[in-house]
């Protein structure tokens, strides 16, 4: 992520899409490593209540852990200092967390949240109906259905580096391509 100030330690960049989520270490220097876990790809294969219900939940999580620690044996994320989240699914929570009355990418670029309170909403917006998720104003009508599970990517994440001992999350309107177009340009320039 090209805005990020420079710090002494190593970055994880990751990227939660729909099929998918990718973990970069120190833009691909400590390891990277593309996931079978995504928000669309959980919640159609998981959450099929409304709200998900308990085993439906417990499921994901054990298959979301099971995805975390594959990508744990190829991406060094025991030595990450600093966590950063891309893509609509957390800026979208950025967002809710924040409270912001109406999407403004403004106030969710470079959002450095407390880790604990952004899972907090994480879970929470988890456990809520598809009708209840569409009330908040900063939500994406197509995002609604499908938050869910990339709900719970941000959880095991969250707790994960919780127990760590680091403390907050940034969260990034660019993603990995940015930071690659970013690389070329300057390598080229």
């Known amino acids: 992520v090209i805005d990020l100030p420079p710090q002494d330690g190593h970055t994880l960049v990751f990227d939660l899409g729909g099929g998918s989520t990718e973990f970069v270490v120190d833009a691909g220097r400590g390891g990277a490593y593309s996931t079978r876990m995504g928000c669309v790809r959980l919640t159609e294969r998981f959450l ?10 417990e499921a994901a999580a054990e298959y979301v852990a099971g995805q975390l620690d594959e990508a744990a044996g190829h991406v060094d994320l025991g030595s990450v200092t600093r966590v950063v989240g891309v893509a609509g699914t957390m800026t979208t929570l950025a967002a809710v ?43 994406h009508p197509g995002r609604a259905d499908v938050i869910g599970g ?30 690659l177009l970013s690389e070329v340009v300057a390598r080229h320039a």
């Open 97 to 139: 967390h924040l409270g912001l009355d109406a999407y403004d990418p403004s106030q969710t670029h470079m959002a450095s949240l407390p880790l604990d309170g952004f899972r907090e909403t994480a879970r929470r917006v988890l456990g809520e109906s598809v009708e209840t998720r569409r009330a908040y104003p900063v939500m």
């Open 150 to 179: 990339g709900c719970l990517v941000v959880d095991a994440v969250a707790s994960r580096f919780l127990e760590q001992g680091l403390e907050t999350v940034t969260v990034s309107e660019k993603d990995i391509l940015d930071g």
């Open 48 to 57: 099929h209540s409304d709200p998900p219900v308990a085993s439906e939940t």
